[in-house]
């Protein structure tokens, strides 16, 4: 059977119709695995006795005749920086090679109360710095849907297994554009949700003004439970919102009617692929067809948007990776002489380059004669972008864009080049800037390889987010096909 190519609302349907067990659905995305990850490297550990046994676990609870959560059973991935009790949790970096984390992540804890199946820890640019996963120091992985190019990056690892079928669902963090742009390059959806929305506590910090976690899924329907099962106050999270959540899946209505989607000229320009572009027109077309109307704006300082984002990002890089420094945690430097050599070799032996990269960015932006001029002034510009997305929200009830200027690029083609690496972010970055949720949806091809559409709206309007992607996915069909992860590589 196979099952690994299935949705989580099908499967769950499966499960409470006894046409299969929660135990099949394991084995078969680990049959699965055992089939492509060789070739896609999607995962830095795995959990197959564990999956097992929770799975084991769910199949006693049906034939006990108890009611089960829509995600119990359910295979799902989760990003290596997301903290997971009893297994490493190493934000593929040599830094944190053999760090087992004491604790669960809020998230953790909320998965496992569904009974939802963890299957392992994916692959990632290493402490989610990079748009590739070729910053992990660990290994690659590659796009399953060509396995010349990159899957993206950072949650590159969740975003391939779930577009190869190694597993349902996955969890990624998004500081700038991580779970959308690699969801983008796999032709998987991701969710990048309201900042405050989703618990960061357990989340291994990059920036943390910026950092959510959020889900990867091949269907509305499936990233829609997954979200509603992750939202939530905290209160081991200082800027957890105190709000409720509805049930998001419950509540999909996959209408449009009425609906003014913005297009903001910024982000069609001429750095954007061609058919990139015409995938995203096309999807719009449709969406428009269904009842929506289209309100063509103005968001014009996007252009800065990359410059703020990197300043304000690698800002608190700086200040959140000072905690490691060989005593807390993970690796420490041998044959040190003293505190300031064992922080000094630690450092230097256990991070990458693009850490160090952004470290150094980072402490020379915060600097006292350089603060002004650049963190300060670009604590300003967010304030700015911020204020033209509510006057943008004036105008129109989602803003739609492409989610990355072109399709996944291939393996080594920009890692000689960070700024062309950080130009695959300028799509995305303005949403965690400004704190709101961002989708992104395939919408089609562009060269034969994946497109994505970047849906935005105001915060905590994701079932907005929902409805409009549901819309395309009710007219196209499947708009997640499981890759087959064939051809060279
Ligand atoms: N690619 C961006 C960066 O390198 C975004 C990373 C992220 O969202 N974690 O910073």
């Known amino acids: ?108 804890g909320r998965l496992k109360g569904t009974g939802a199946v963890l299957t392992g820890k994916t692959n990632m640019d290493e402490f989610a710095m990079g748009s590739s996963c070729e910053n992990s120091h660990f290994q690659l992985t590659r796009n399953p849907h060509d396995l010349r190019r990159v899957p993206g990056g950072s949650s590159g690892g969740s975003a391939a297994a779930v577009a190869a079928g190694e597993a349902i669902l996955s969890l990624g963090s998004d500081t700038g554009g991580s779970i959308r742009q690699p969801a983008a390059c796999c032709g998987v959806i991701g969710l990048k949700p309201t900042y405050g929305s989703v618990s960061r506590y357990g989340l291994v910090a990059f920036a943390s003004s910026l950092d959510q976690i959020g889900p990867f899924g091949r269907s509305v329907a499936d990233v829609a439970a997954l979200y509603g099962v992750l939202c939530g106050a905290d209160p081991m999270d200082a800027p957890s919102a105190r709000r409720s959540y509805p049930d998001f899946a419950a509540l999909l209505k996959g209408d449009v009617t009425g609906l003014r989607i913005g297009i903001p000229r910024e982000y069609y320009g001429p750095g954007v692929d061609e058919q990139v572009r015409a995938a995203v027109h096309g999807a719009l077309a449709d969406l428009e067809r269904a009842g929506a109307s289209l309100v063509e704006l103005s968001l014009p300082s996007t252009d800065y948007a990359l410059s703020a984002y990197y300043i304000i990002s690698s800002a608190e890089a700086s200040s959140n990776l000072a905690r490691f420094d060989g005593v807390k945690y993970g690796y420490r430097a041998p044959d040190c002489d003293g505190l300031i050599d064992l922080y000094e070799k630690t450092r230097s032996q256990g991070f990458g380059d693009e850490v160090k990269r952004r470290i150094m960015l980072g402490t020379f932006v915060l600097s006292s004669g350089y603060y002004d001029a650049y963190y300060n002034r670009a604590k300003r510009l967010q304030d700015t972008i911020r204020g033209e997305f509510e006057e943008a929200f004036k105008l129109c009830d989602v803003i739609a864009t492409p989610t990355m200027p072109t399709p996944a690029f291939k393996i080594g083609e920009n890692v000689d080049d960070p700024l062309k690496m950080y130009a695959s972010d300028v799509c995305t970055v303005t949403v965690n800037i400004a704190g709101l949720p961002g989708m992104s949806i395939p919408c089609g091809t562009a060269h034969g390889l994946p497109a994505g559409m970047q849906l935005i709206g105001p915060k905590f309007s994701e079932q907005v987010l929902f409805d409009t992607a549901l819309t395309l996915e009710n007219i196209r069909g499947n708009l997640c096909p499981v890759a087959g992860a064939r051809g060279e590589g």
């Open 1 to 108: 059977m196979s099952l690994y190519k299935e949705t989580a609302a099908s499967l769950h349907q499966k499960l409470v119709e006894k046409q299969c067990s929660a135990r099949e659905i394991a084995q078969s995305v680990f049959d699965c695995m055992d089939e492509v990850e060789d070739r896609v490297g999607a995962y830095l550990s795995q959990n197959r006795q564990g999956a097992l046994a929770a799975a084991d676990k769910v199949d006693r609870q049906i034939a006990a005749g108890r009611d089960i959560h829509p995600l119990a059973g359910i295979p799902i991935a989760v990003k290596d920086n997301i903290c997971t009790q009893g297994m490493t949790t190493t934000c593929a970096s040599q830094m944190l090679y053999n760090f087992v984390p004491p604790y669960d992540a809020t998230v953790m």
